[in-house]
């Protein structure tokens, strides 16, 4: 396995293969997947863009992460600065939204979210990193697990997006990583 940093064109050039691992790690079906390719390809050319892959000997997708600067007129930042109390603001005034991280079902469970997650965050422009995941038991769900360890606290927890039914817990961050973490 190689974790490998990917610049806009190998998203894009690999975007079929990206939004697979995407609809078996989060369950979405393809009708989902197809309205999020749209939003996955122009994510790819936003400022500060960043993004990492996990790929077998073979060339096989086994796991992907990406993000970019967050920015007013931006849906999710909008979202997020609406919701946030004037001084907790702050956490969005140069802040790395990590909008994806995800790790094919057949490959979790084995370091690769880990990796992932600490090659972005190491690459990763900005103060502080935000990031949302759907509300979950954190004692055993893998993405609240890996959040907690590298100290992610929480920005905002029961979070609904509209047009979503689940809620949505806020994390964040500051960057940069410490080396410890
Ligand atoms: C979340 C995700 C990216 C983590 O990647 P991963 O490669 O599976 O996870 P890792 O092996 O790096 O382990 C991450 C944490 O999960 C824990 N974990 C591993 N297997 C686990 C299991 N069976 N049950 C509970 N926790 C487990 C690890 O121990 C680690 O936590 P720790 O640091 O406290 O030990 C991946 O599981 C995934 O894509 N999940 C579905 C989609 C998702 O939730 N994406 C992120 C939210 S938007």
Same mark, same amino acid.
């Given at each position: 396995?190689?974790?490998?940093?990917?610049?806009?064109?190998?998203?894009?050039?690999?975007?079929?293969?990206?939004?697979?691992?995407?609809?078996? +790690?989060?369950?979405?079906?393809? $009708?989902?997947?197809? =309205?999020?390719?749209?939003?996955? +390809?122009?994510?790819?050319?936003?400022?500060?863009?960043?993004?990492? +892959?996990?790929?077998?000997? $073979?060339?096989?997708?086994?796991?992907?992460?990406?993000?970019?600067? #967050?920015?007013?007129?931006?849906?999710?930042?909008?979202?997020?600065?609406? @919701?946030?109390?004037?001084?907790?603001?702050?956490?969005? @005034?140069?802040?790395? !939204?990590?909008?994806?991280?995800?790790?094919?079902? @057949?490959?979790?469970?084995?370091?690769?979210g880990? =990796?992932?997650?600490?090659?972005?965050? !190491?690459?990763?422009?900005?103060? =502080?990193?935000?990031?949302? =995941?759907? $509300? +979950?038991?954190?004692?055993? #769900?893998?993405a609240?697990r890996l959040y907690?360890?590298?100290?992610?606290?929480?920005?905002?927890?029961?979070?609904?997006?509209?047009?979503? !039914?689940? @809620?949505?817990?806020?994390?964040?961050?500051?960057?940069?990583?410490?080396?410890?973490?």
């Open positions: 396995m190689r974790l490998l940093p990917w610049g806009p064109g190998d998203l894009l050039r690999r975007l079929d293969d990206v939004l697979s691992v995407y609809g078996a +790690a989060m369950g979405y079906s393809p $009708e989902l997947l197809a =309205t999020r390719r749209g939003y996955i +390809a122009a994510h790819a050319h936003r400022q500060g863009f960043r993004a990492v +892959a996990s790929v077998t000997d $073979e060339g096989t997708l086994a796991g992907f992460g990406y993000g970019y600067l #967050s920015g007013p007129g931006q849906w999710w930042h909008d979202q997020i600065c609406a @919701a946030l109390p004037r001084p907790d603001r702050i956490w969005l @005034a140069d802040c790395f !939204e990590l909008v994806e991280l995800h790790v094919h079902p @057949a490959a979790q469970g084995n370091g690769l880990r =990796t992932q997650l600490r090659a972005l965050l !190491e690459a990763a422009p900005g103060r =502080t990193v935000l990031l949302s =995941t759907p $509300e +979950a038991d954190e004692a055993t #769900s893998r609240w907690r360890g590298f100290d992610f606290v929480d920005v905002l927890r029961g979070f609904r997006f509209p047009g979503d !039914e689940r @809620a949505f817990g806020v994390l964040g961050r500051p960057l940069p990583l410490p080396s410890r973490v």
